[in-house]
T-cell receptor
Framework: SQKIEQNSEALNIQEGKTATLTCNYT??????LQWYRQDPGRGPVFLLL?????KEKRKERLKVTFDTTLKQSLFHITASQPADSATYLC????????????FGDGTTLTVKP | DVKVTQSSRYLVKRTGEKVFLECVQD?????MFWYRQDPGLGLRLIYF???????EKGDIPEGYSVSREKKERFSLILESASTNQTSMYLC?????????????FGPGTRLTVT
């Protein structure tokens, strides 16, 4: 069955450093991979989408890579700030109906001042 | 900006009650989704709809039904609420066309069944 694993439930880093979150998947060939941010008690907010034929995508301080051979996506936040503290979810969507995504459990990032 | 609203932020119901959770989106999106989110289990898809009056079961449809009579509105119905349906319920919508497949989520409804 499909499985999505996000690295360790919690990640703590110092302000100013780069945070790197990992999303690994098995038994799946997604066409699209998305990253979302979720704050406590709120719904997830979309951050970035990367397609299977794209290696890397950037948006401001965010960078996502997608390696379909390794079946892995890395999500980087550079120059991290305490305001980046949140849970980050990766989601995979198949070809054909890209609206239907499967979500990972998330990694909770804490950026300490 | 896309806005997805849910009828209640917090809801307390008794076992056996019929519960309606409503979701409205204002961006004319074709797809709408209902998830529940529980600690340690992540986001799990209950039902989704890709058009008015169309629906498909997600991963955990048991004990739930849905209704989509208008494009902007997607309702989740718990026919007879049980304590194991205590959870955070999240509605989302997404477009089909234009290469934009990201989902837009509502604020969530925290349902407690006693």
């Amino acid at each position: 069955s499909q499985k999505i694993e996000q690295n360790s439930e919690a990640l703590n880093i110092q302000e100013g450093k780069t945070a790197t979150l990992t999303c690994n998947y098995t038994n799946y060939s997604p066409a699209y991979l998305q990253w979302y941010r979720q704050d406590p008690g709120r719904g997830p907010v979309f951050l970035l989408l990367i397609r299977e034929n794209e290696k890397e995508k950037r948006k401001e301080r965010l960078k996502v890579t997608f390696d379909t051979t390794l079946k892995q996506s890395l999500f980087h936040i550079t120059a991290s700030q305490p305001a980046d503290s949140a849970t980050y979810l990766c989601a995979l969507a198949p070809r054909g109906f890209a609206g239907k995504s499967t979500f990972g459990d998330g990694t909770t990032l804490t950026v300490k001042p | 900006d896309v806005k997805v609203t849910q009828s209640s932020r917090y809801l307390v119901k008794r076992t056996g009650e019929k519960v309606f959770l409503e979701c409205v989106q204002d961006m004319d999106h074709e797809n709408m989704f209902w998830y529940r989110q529980d600690p340690g289990l992540g986001l799990r898809l209950i039902y989704f709809s890709y058009d008015v009056k169309m629906k498909e079961k997600g991963d955990i449809p048991e004990g739930y039904s849905v209704s989509r009579e208008k494009k902007e509105r997607f309702s989740l119905i718990l026919e007879s609420a049980s304590t194991n349906q205590t959870s955070m319920y999240l509605c989302a919508s997404s477009p089909t066309s234009g290469g934009k497949y990201e989902q837009y989520f509502g604020p969530g409804t925290r349902l407690t069944v006693t």
